[in-house]
């Protein structure tokens, strides 16, 4: 076996930062950061060798890690990840810790709704954080649907108290029993104004376009949440979405406009305005 195939040598000649680069080699060989570091000079089977490079081909010509590899973590979950779902991102952990904290002076077996769902990631991670709280997950692809399924079903104690995750295909509140009141909604919609130089750029080019951009003005989809919101939610109940970097201003009018009370906006670790929301006076 020739001796350049070692992860030394293959993390040396890599055009990939490293950090990238370690993550795709560990991925094929199953291995650790750490077993990457004291096994560096172990000869590597040729075909994980061939896999490796196969990665970093793919990578190198603009794909997501988190899709190369089949997963992302968020919430400190370990998310499966593929394309026909939104990657997770860290700035959306903002929206699950404002849902868990919204939970905490909600009585037991309290009702969420996660709209647009994705990979089930803010609806895992809440029923996660509050195993007694009941959670609904909607989403429009139902190939994204399967996804959050799996999600919920690995990721989720099977006996939790507040049962499994409710998964329904559905373009918002559409197919959800008339019923069905919530004491939370939470939503990342596709929020990105059609045009925008960013869906052609980066990891963006291979996520489900339907999940980025409503391809309008961006806020299409957060004014469809808004108006049908207040017949879904429990007196008192509360409304908090996702949003552009400039959008916050533009989501607060439409949730006052609408009658929601106590409107207000959240900033993510970066200082921007990541989250809005408000309570519903019933």
Same mark, same amino acid.
């Given at each position: 076996?020739?001796?350049?195939?070692?992860?030394?040598?293959?993390?040396?000649?890599?055009?990939?930062?490293?950090?990238?680069?370690?993550?795709?080699?560990?991925?094929?060989?199953?291995?650790?950061?750490?077993?990457?570091?004291? =096994?560096?000079?172990? &000869? #590597?089977?040729?075909?994980?060798?061939? *896999?490796? @490079?196969? !990665? /970093?081909?793919? +990578?190198?010509? %603009?794909?997501?890690?988190?899709?190369?590899?089949?997963?992302?973590?968020?919430?400190?979950?370990?998310?499966?990840?593929?394309?026909?779902?939104?990657?997770?991102?860290?700035?959306?952990?903002?929206?699950?810790?404002?849902?868990?904290?919204?939970?905490?002076?909600?009585?037991?077996?309290?009702?969420?709704?996660?709209?647009?769902?994705?990979?089930?990631?803010?609806?895992?991670?809440?029923?996660?954080?509050?195993?007694?709280?009941?959670?609904?997950?909607?989403? =429009?692809?139902?190939? &994204? #649907?399967?996804?959050?399924?799996?999600? *919920?079903? @690995?990721? !989720? /104690?099977?006996? +939790?108290?507040? %049962?499994?995750?409710?998964?329904?295909?559905?373009?918002?509140?559409?197919?959800?029993?008339?019923?069905?009141?919530?004491?939370?909604?939470?939503?990342?919609?596709?929020?990105?104004?059609?045009?925008?130089?960013?869906?052609?750029?980066?990891?963006?080019?291979?996520?489900?376009?339907?999940?980025?951009?409503?391809?309008?003005?961006?806020?299409?989809?957060?004014?469809?949440?808004?108006?049908?919101?207040?017949?879904?939610?429990?007196?008192?109940?509360?409304?908090?979405?996702?949003?552009?970097?400039?959008?916050?201003?533009?989501?607060? *009018?439409?949730?006052?406009?609408?009658?929601?009370?106590?409107?207000?906006?959240?900033?993510?670790?970066?200082?921007?305005?990541?989250?809005?929301?408000?309570?519903?006076?019933?």
């Amino acid at each position: 076996m020739n001796t350049a195939d070692t992860v030394a040598t293959l993390l040396r000649a890599s055009p990939l930062p490293a950090l990238e680069a370690r993550i795709l080699l560990g991925h094929p060989l199953g291995w650790r950061r750490t077993e990457l570091i004291t =096994r560096a000079d172990d &000869a #590597l089977d040729p075909l994980n060798v061939a *896999a490796f @490079r196969e !990665l /970093e081909a793919r +990578r190198v010509a %603009g794909e997501p890690i988190a899709q190369l590899i089949g997963s992302r973590e968020f919430f400190g979950l370990d998310f499966e990840v593929t394309r026909d779902v939104l990657i997770p991102r860290p700035e959306t952990e903002l929206l699950v810790e404002t849902a868990v904290y919204a939970l905490e002076v909600r009585a037991a077996r309290a009702r969420v709704l996660d709209l647009g769902t994705g990979t089930g990631a803010i609806a895992v991670s809440i029923a996660w954080s509050r195993p007694d709280a009941r959670v609904w997950a909607v989403d =429009r692809s139902t190939e &994204a #649907l399967a996804v959050a399924a799996r999600n *919920a079903i @690995r990721l !989720l /104690e099977p006996k +939790r108290p507040g %049962g499994g995750v409710q998964f329904a295909h559905s373009d918002w509140y559409g197919a959800l029993d008339a019923s069905l009141t919530f004491d939370v909604i939470v939503s990342n919609p596709p929020y990105i104004a059609s045009g925008d130089p960013h869906l052609s750029q980066g990891d963006l080019r291979f996520e489900p376009r339907g999940a980025l951009t409503d391809d309008a003005d961006g806020l299409s989809a957060i004014r469809a949440i808004v108006a049908g919101a207040p017949s879904r939610l429990a007196p008192n109940g509360v409304l908090w979405m996702e949003h552009g970097y400039d959008q916050a201003e533009a989501v607060r *009018a439409i949730l006052s406009e609408q009658g929601f009370a106590d409107v207000r906006s959240e900033c993510d670790l970066a200082g921007i305005e990541r989250i809005s929301g408000g309570r519903w006076p019933g």
